[in-house]
């Protein structure tokens, strides 16, 4: 059974930082992607904004956070990362880590195994 555990959220100014931590295990596929999404306050749709593949550790990100966010990973403690820098008010929202099988997708649709969630606020 697939687990995606979401750490590290609370409170920024802007300009500030955060880095989010997501501990995954039970993945049977040789070769999976984890993602980051955030869904904004409002009942907004969850956002795709990074993602890293296990195979290679090729990474992607959404136009809103490049330059600014980086996702990583640590293979042996199974843990994905997200530094945040230079945080905005609009950063703030409800992170999820997300599994799949696809490569490179930012898409929610695409994405089966997910996490609880961490809050993210941003404000002066």
């Known amino acids: 059974q697939v687990q995606l555990v979401e750490s590290g959220g609370g409170s920024a100014q802007p300009g500030g930082s955060l880095t989010l931590s997501c501990a995954y295990s039970g993945f049977t596929w040789a070769y999976y992607s984890i993602g980051w999404f955030r869904q904004a306050p409002g009942g907004q749709e969850r956002e795709g904004i990074s993602?890293?593949?296990?195979?290679?550790?090729?990474?992607y990100y959404a136009d809103s956070v490049k330059g600014r966010f980086t996702i990583s990973r640590d293979n042996a403690k199974s843990t994905v990362y997200l530094q945040m820098n230079s945080l905005q008010p609009e950063d703030t929202g409800i992170y999820y880590c997300?599994?799949?099988?696809?490569?490179?997708?930012?898409?929610?649709?695409?994405?089966?195994?997910w996490g609880q969630g961490t809050q993210v606020t941003v404000s002066s």
């Open positions: 993602s890293i593949n296990t195979s290679d550790d090729s990474t």
């Open positions: 997300a599994g799949t099988v696809m490569y490179g997708s930012l898409s929610r649709y695409e994405y089966d195994s």
